[in-house]
């Protein structure tokens, strides 16, 4: 892995990034290399952290499997057992499952929005709430690229009192030492690596359907926002999550391991293997490929070593993977943001992690 890793700066395909496995719930690669800034004047420490945009779907799941694990959220129960509101315009069916499947019909927002409304929590689930479905919940996934951090952490919100990052950060962050943020204080910010943005800002939609081009501009979001406090101190449990592939690898091996980190039980084993169980497949509405998704995560199938594996990625270049059956855990985080979104440098790494485990 470290010769692959080192290949990608060699080859100019990286500016800075890092890349972690863990086994058993023990680091066996921790890498990090590279520069934090597109100027190449701030090396790439062991502490540097950087926005994963959708790699945080990941640890939003993970808080939710942990809230319904205590049995706080049936996940099979109809979202407005928690959250009244939401039963408006024929949502009274959809339930919680829905949401961290994609599949609610609620892929994106029907009235327009602006970027800055992205840090209104309460304007942008109070939309949600009084919106009809897409399409007929259940029946598809249609990737909720915004919208699924805002319902799956006001479910969240209604039954613990408190935030998503709230809850990730007192119940699973701080218990693993994980340094990872859904809201990062300001405290922080000096830490931060700068997303390189891609060569082109083309859409990856050829021929957009609606529901595409209303996930894709409404809103509309630059990769220059990443770098102001307003972004980085807000929670969007979808995409604004800010670590570095050590935290989330770290976080998410109590998924690999049963529900147990560092001698200390958090889940049971069947609340981990939950996520594995598939709400829906097919080819999603919004993405346009073929995907199964189970709760919160994408399950792999015959596209890992391992079947029992949970995967996802983030705009750019992003990728997490827990594979349970190898009780693995890996992440990588670039900041150099990938042109297309068949970008194979995460996966390249994960080739050379599971030649090394003899999984090939």
Known sequence: MRAVFEDG???????GASVCVTVDGE???????????????????????????????????????LVADRGEIDVAAPVSRYWPEFAANGKERVTVAHVLSHSSGLSGWAQPVSATD???????????????????????????????????????????GRTLGTVFRE?????????????????EDARVADLVPPASDASPFVHPTALQINAETNPHHDVADTRTRAWRGAEIPAVNGTGNARAVATALAVLACGGVAGGRRLLSEAG?????EVQVEGRDLILG????????????????????????????????????????????????????????????????????????
């Open 272 to 276: 981990c293997r939950r996520a594995l």
């Open 289 to 360: 490929m073929p995907l199964r998704f189970g709760l919160g995560f994408a399950v792999a199938g015959g596209m890992m070593p391992n079947p029992n594996t949970l995967h996802w990625g983030g705009r750019g270049g992003f990728l997490a993977i827990v594979d349970l059956d190898a009780r693995t855990t890996f992440a990588y985080a670039p900041n150099r943001m990938a042109d297309s979104i068949a970008d194979v440098r995460g996966f390249g790494l994960a080739m050379a992690m599971w030649e090394a485990m003899d999984l090939l």
């Open 9 to 15: 700066f060699a080859s100019g395909a990286e500016v």
């Open 27 to 65: 680091t066996v690669v921790d890498l990090w290399g590279g520069f934090a800034d597109a100027d190449r004047t701030r090396p790439w420490q062991r502490d540097t952290i950087i926005n994963v945009y959708s790699v945080t779907k990941t640890l939003t799941a993970l808080t939710a499997l």
């Open 118 to 160: 992205l840090y209104d929590w309460e304007k942008m689930t109070a939309l949600l709430a009084a919106q009809a479905p897409f399409w007929e919940p259940g029946t598809a996934s249609g990737y909720h690229g915004l919208t699924q951090g805002y319902l799956v952490g006001e479910v969240i919100r209604r039954v613990t």
């Open 171 to 187: 119940e699973l962050a701080e218990p693993l030492g994980a340094d990872f943020h859904i809201g990062l204080p300001a405290a």
